[in-house]
């Protein structure tokens, strides 16, 4: 009964008093709304119409008309994010065609030598022993060939080159499209950053194979650099902390000077340990892949010049030998190396060395801005040091004692990233 009384309640007219309907002016229609619902009142509760109206308004929040300057820099940065979209896809099927050379001019490679040396090989005693010398020759030259362009390329590295593109492009396609989805004014300085990037994307992997393609061997090893350069500015120290009890306090963006120790010393560690812990053993592979290298083709180009002499007396055995010797040999060094992949290795260190010095400029980055109001929130920059470096926020605390300048880089021991 009582949520009967209570419906009706709802769908009567108003029974407020003719003094009171008259004093109390019925409201005008605007775009604030009014909602009303039936309830379910439980027994023994007297209501009325007064309790029974919920009121909920709806307020429109006006929209600023945005400038067109604002205006054509959003749309800027959409066909910025959509160019990224492209070249990631563009990168992803050149990475996966570029792999396929790698296994497909392998197998082949080391077919035509071991080929070759097995005719070297039949060929003393074979009723066509000039058929099959010649075979062998031309085999083994043509794989010597092969061998040197190939290494020239690196298949394995251009492959890995790709894929840490695609990676690159779609990170950076993901952020352009969440600042556009935040709906905040676009300004040419946002433009810029980013197209910035993407120059310096294309710089860092580029797509052409020839000419335009990334040296191979080196005469330094360096980190990859995927990210524009930054002005350089003189490091300056924060003295916007004050200590209270022992305890620093933070003038404002969630900086600490604790936190700041924090950065130094993780900076000192990654320079001293992570980055060069890579570009070191990037130079041995580098030293390892370049002898392999020079030696694949030159057995296998010995192996071809003797098999010219197989069967002229006694000089024909040990041509015969070195023949199936050097082709032997060769397929093995080639097999050492492109299916070892040593290019993809020392690519892949190489890549590993420059996203610890990226680390390391976003943290000078932030050090050397003397106002903590321009720099990024210290909390949230901790947070995302920590997650790249696969360390939580507490393990970040132990590198506060590595930027006393008491403490020796030979005196190091741990590493700053868990990650790589």
Known sequence: MA?????????????????????????????????????????????????????????????????????????????????????????????????????????????????????????????????????????????????????????????????NATRLWRELEREVRAAIALSVPTTKADVQEAMDRVLALDAAYPLPLLPGMLEKFPKAVEPTRWWPSRRSTQPKKSKSFGRRGGVAVASGNGWTQDLEDEMRGLLRVIKAKDENEFLTVGKLVLNLNRGLAVAGPALAGTAALASVFIGTGEAGTWATGAAVIGGALAASVNTVEHGGQMGMLFELLRNCAGFYRKIQEDIEANLNEPDVERREGGELFATKVALKLGRSLSDLKQFRKMASPCVRDEDIKEFAGKLF
């Open 3 to 163: 949520a009967l009384q209570a419906q009706r309640l709802f769908l009567a007219p108003s029974t407020s008093s003719p003094s009171t309907s008259a004093a109390r002016p019925r409201p005008r229609r605007s775009s604030v709304a009014t909602c009303r619902a039936a309830l379910h009142v439980p027994s023994g509760i007297h209501t009325t119409q007064e309790n029974l109206n919920l009121q909920v308004n709806w307020i429109e929040t006006p929209r600023v008309p945005a400038s067109p300057s604002a205006v054509v820099s959003l749309e800027k940065l959409r066909a910025i994010a959509d160019a990224a979209a492209d070249r990631a896809e563009m990168h992803d099927i050149i990475g996966r065609q570029r792999d396929n050379w790698n296994h497909l001019l392998l197998h082949s490679t080391n077919s035509l030598t071991l080929a070759a040396s097995a005719m070297a090989a039949l060929a003393p005693a074979a009723p066509t022993m000039v058929a099959l010398k010649a075979s062998a020759g031309v085999l083994l030259a043509t794989a010597a060939v092969t061998m040197a362009a190939v290494n020239k390329i690196q298949p394995s590295q251009l492959a890995e080159e790709q894929r």
